[in-house]
């Protein structure tokens, strides 16, 4: 990330800011910049953030009362800060730009949020508006532009726009403050009490992708390009009452509304209140936050949290005092919704932050890992998978019916499981290979789990069993009909492995499967056969009666079983090696294929996924990556590969461009290839110095090696 | 039958809820009792229950997912055995709806509270009311405060338990599953009420004391 002037100009009041350290508003700034945030104000810095995050809130909502422009018109000029800066600053999706114009141009605005979601008619007065921010478009596809993943090479440091950013959120803010949801009385107490607004604006460029409703639009593989420049019918139809309505706004009264329009004020009114509360309660909780240094420095955060704005899960820190936080992306993202846009990410120097939307929930990634934005995205959908394994999507009715519901409440005890499944992401390819690990075996051994397994699985009449070891795949019993989702599979194994409490003794717990049916759950049994191994039976039935009474006899006779054929003692043995937990070892596979102990063997690491079986498999992490930098590099650059080759058949409707089959790339870190077809996909990562032909030559005979190995390795 | 023992096979047969497994299973088949154990999340519901079993406490206990299922054997005084399969219920708001899985067909149920939390104890009055309504009705109830160890913090009379008790036919008592005071009684007591062992409701106050 380049440093604007300002940014330069800033960074000692930034740090001072940084160090200070108790507040939950400041915090985003700070996340994305590393503390390099741009501080305008001198004032008293908690009450500047609370009434910032007023602001912020207060745009959450749609506006539903006018407000004098009077008092609107100081705080806008404050907001605004520069003017040059905050033209600069605009860089949004075609549907951002009337806002952005109207907030630079220092118009107060109360009502044009919700009169563009009702009318259809074109406004020329907004294109014109549009059109004085063109350069910053400009500006903003260049920035948009370096977020796709760089092939291999390092994480693609971002050359957006410096400076374009403050302005950018200035105008957020600014229109927050136009925006007047927020009573006004507890507005203007803040006002007179609070310095300029700015002090958490982050200066960053900022890339919006927009799924546009439109027919028109045509997507592109990078769509953060394509929606900028986008011409956007709806919205532009919007903005010709639009004109209207902006310079009416502010004598605008509630009795004006059309009834039907109460229900939208009602749930902006609900909005409001959940996001007041929710800043109360971050002003009186930030105080405790008092790790905010060292939650500031994790590589990856994730957030989950309802569309109104409370804290559901926080992957660090306390959600409660990070409730002023997740006010802040509330605002954010509904923000740009009620455009009937979606904020899709946004790139801050060394972080990226992305934004899905699930259900009543929103989820954010904040990562510094190098992860491209598919990686990111796939991963807070698992987040949202795992929340629906728990809760199934039952909750969705319970927000539906109040949408200032409190998902903590239900989602009590499980935190470790979520925890545990964004920690898997930093050492487990499964998500992005949408396949499951095996454990080696010697396929005699292997066939006499399978048989114990599916004698269990008959015996209690269930629908499917899994005998797991650590977080690898011992034995799997699945109908043809209907074999388990390998993202199921992942999240069930993930929960099962993150919960203490089935150690403890056997256990049965309702799991929902949401990649097979998000609306109901199934009953599981959960019984640990050895400890010290992590041999753990899972049986897993949609018919609760029998199922509850037999279990308990049915385990005990696999258990005996398996322990009779020696599957236990192979398993233990297998897992008994802490530095590899039963995975293969690099040292161990034949030379020909690339085996060979540290220095003898350009080979690194690989992964080796078979999409028929829907397993993979990949070596123990050794020397020369078993540092914490080069673990932590690993998986991000695997990421960047595998969105590189898939880029094309992700991109939806831009699909018909054929993925990658083959990359190759070198850096200073090491040499990679990659090779996808349709019986088997190769990822392997070399040393920086190996050439292309000697990748090439070792993938295929490592290739060949795996296959003429596959029934140890791959569970049938 | 199937689990009569050569000592006393009037008193078995009055067990209730107990499941009679293949009579060549072992000589002497002991009659099983299950037991679930509910109330609000947090008041100690598998510490009692790993006290009784494992003796063993862990003050940093793992939340309860689901339902964990242990199993125990309890000798009476009379020289009779009973072997307890232990439903220890998740107390989350969440498993809620589940729960009739879990007291179905229970011969007995532990409703407990934290004496420390008067809101537990408002939710163990809710428990016994849907036990009322929704389980077999000769279920056997047996109330349990629990953390006496933390009597300072004391929010519910032994007073408030008892009358609340009585009022609904229900056994009585107090336990720190930390010190391991009064755990076993708990099993005890129910495995002797079962049993129509005659015990006094005097005796079970005074267990409290």
């Known amino acids: ?716 | 039958m199937g689990c009569a023992s050569s000592k006393a096979p009037t008193t078995r047969s009055d067990i209730r809820g107990v499941v009679r497994r293949e009579p060549e299973a072992g000589p002497a088949p002991v009659p099983r009792v299950k037991l679930v154990l509910l109330g609000d999340s947090g008041v100690g519901k598998s510490c009692l229950v790993l006290r009784y079993v494992r003796g063993q406490f862990d003050p940093n206990s793992k939340v309860t997912v689901g339902a964990a299922f242990m199993s125990h054997s309890v000798h009476l005084p009379d020289g009779t055995t009973v072997k307890f399969e232990i439903w220890d219920t998740a107390g989350q708001e969440r498993y809620a709806s589940l729960a009739p899985l879990y007291y179905r067909g229970a011969s007995a149920a532990a409703v407990v509270y934290d004496i420390t939390s008067k809101e537990s104890f408002q939710k163990a009055k809710h428990w016994v009311s849907e036990l009322q309504k929704n389980a077999s009705g000769d279920i056997v109830i047996i109330l349990v405060g629990n953390k006496t160890d933390l009597v300072e913090l004391r929010e519910v009379t032994p007073e408030d338990g008892q009358e609340y008790a009585s009022r609904n036919d229900m056994l009585f008592i107090e336990t720190s599953a930390k010190t391991a005071a009064n755990v076993s009684e708990i099993f005890e007591t129910v495995a002797k009420k079962l049993s129509g062992y005659q015990a006094p409701p005097a005796e079970v106050v005074s267990a409290t004391n």
């Not at chain 1, 532009?145 to 090479?153: K, V």
């Not at chain 1, 075996?441 to 015996?459: D, E, I, N, P």
């Not at chain 1, 097979?516 to 039976?537: D, K, S, T, V």
């Open chain 1, 1 to 716: 990330m380049q440093a604007s002037g300002s940014d330069k100009a800033a960074a000692p009041q930034a740090n001072r800011r940084a160090s200070s350290a108790k507040r939950g508003a400041g915090d985003f700034a700070a996340l994305l910049e590393g503390g390099r945030a741009q501080q305008a104000g001198t004032g008293p810095l908690k009450p500047a953030v609370i009434a910032e995050l007023r602001r912020a809130a207060s745009s959450g909502g749609r506006s539903t009362h006018s407000q004098d422009s009077d008092s609107d018109q100081p705080a806008l000029q404050r907001t605004g800060g520069d003017p040059a800066q905050s033209a600069a600053g605009v860089s949004a999706g075609q549907t951002s730009d009337p806002y952005v114009d109207l907030f630079t141009s220092g118009e107060p605005a109360s009502e044009f949020t919700r009169s563009m979601e009702q009318s259809g008619q074109p406004d020329s007065g907004q294109e014109e508006l549009k059109q004085s921010a063109a350069p910053v478009q400009a500006q903003h596809t260049e920035a948009a532009g370096s977020e796709t993943p760089s092939d291999g090479a390092g994480t693609g440091a971002p050359h957006g726009s410096p400076g374009a950013a403050p302005s950018r959120f200035a105008s957020l803010a600014g229109l927050a403050d136009a925006l007047p949801a927020v009573d006004k009385l507890a507005k203007e107490q803040l006002e007179s009490s609070v310095g300029p607004p700015s002090a958490y604006l982050p200066p960053s460029d900022v890339s919006d992708r927009a799924e546009a409703p439109s027919p028109e639009e045509i997507p592109v593989s990078s769509s953060a390009l394509s929606t900028d420049e986008t011409p956007e019918p709806s919205s532009k139809a919007e903005s010709l009452s639009e004109g209207v309505s902006v310079g009416e706004a502010a004598s605008m009264s509630d009795f004006e509304m059309v009834e039907k329009e109460q229900a939208q004020v009602e749930r902006s009114r609900q909005t409001t209140a959940a996001l007041s509360q929710a800043v109360n309660e971050a002003a009186s909780t930030s105080g405790q936050n008092e790790s905010d240094e060292a939650w500031r420095r994790e590589r990856k955060h994730m957030f989950v949290l309802s569309n109104a704005g409370k804290p559901v899960f926080a992957a660090h820190g306390d959600e409660n005092a990070l409730a002023g936080f997740m006010a802040i992306i509330q605002a954010m993202m509904s923000f740009v919704q009620d455009k009937g846009d979606q904020l899709q990410s946004i790139r801050a120097g060394l972080h990226l932050v992305v934004f899905v939307e699930k259900g009543p929930f929103y989820l954010v990634a904040v990562s510094a890992t190098g992860e491209p934005e598919a990686a990111l995205k796939l991963q807070l959908e698992l987040l949202y998978g795992q929340i629906l394994s728990i809760l199934t999507n039952g909750v969705e009715k319970r927000f539906a019916h109040n949408p200032r519901y409190d998902a903590r409440g239900l989602l009590g005890g499980t935190y470790t499981v979520l925890r545990s499944l964004k920690d898997s992401f930093e050492t487990d390819p499964a998500a992005m290979l949408s396949a499951y690990l095996p454990l080696p075996l010697a396929s005699t051994l292997r066939h006499a789990a399978l048989t114990t397994l599916q004698a269990a699985v008959k015996g209690v009449n269930a629908t499917w069993g899994l005998l797991l070891a650590g977080d690898m795949v011992v034995a799997l019993a699945q109908p043809r009909a209907s074999p388990m989702h390998p993202l199921d599979l992942l999240l069930l194994s993930n929960f099962v492995r993150s919960t203490d409490s089935f150690r403890q003794s056997e256990s049965f717990s309702p799991v929902c499967l949401p990649y097979f049916q998000p609306a109901g759950h199934m009953h599981a049994y959960i019984n640990y056969l050895h400890q010290e191994a992590g041999l753990c039976l899972v049986l897993l039935s949609s018919q609760p009666e029998q199922f509850y009474t037999v279990c308990p006899e049915i385990a005990q006779a696999a258990q005996e079983q398996l322990a009779s054929t020696g599957v236990t003692e192979a398993v233990a043995a297998a897992m008994h090696d802490d530095a590899h937990r039963g995975r293969l070892h690099i040292a161990d596979l034949p030379k020909a294929a690339g085996g060979g102990s540290v220095g003898t063997t350009p080979l690194l690491h690989f992964l080796y996924k078979v999409p028929s079986r829907g397993q993979f498999i990949m070596p123990a992490i050794c020397a020369p990556l078993d540092t914490q930098s080069a673990r932590q590099a690993l998986m991000p650059a695997y990421a960047r590969v595998h969105a590189a080759m898939f880029r094309a058949s992700e991109g939806g409707a831009s699909a018909g461009l054929a993925p990658q089959r083959v990359h190759y790339s070198q850096d200073s870190e090491r040499t990679m290839l990659a090779y996808v077809s349709p019986e088997y996909e190769v990822y392997a990562v070399y040393d920086a110095l190996t050439d292309k032909q000697t990748a090439v030559q070792l993938c295929h005979k490592l290739g060949s090696y795996i296959k003429s190995q596959q029934t140890d390795l791959f569970v049938p």
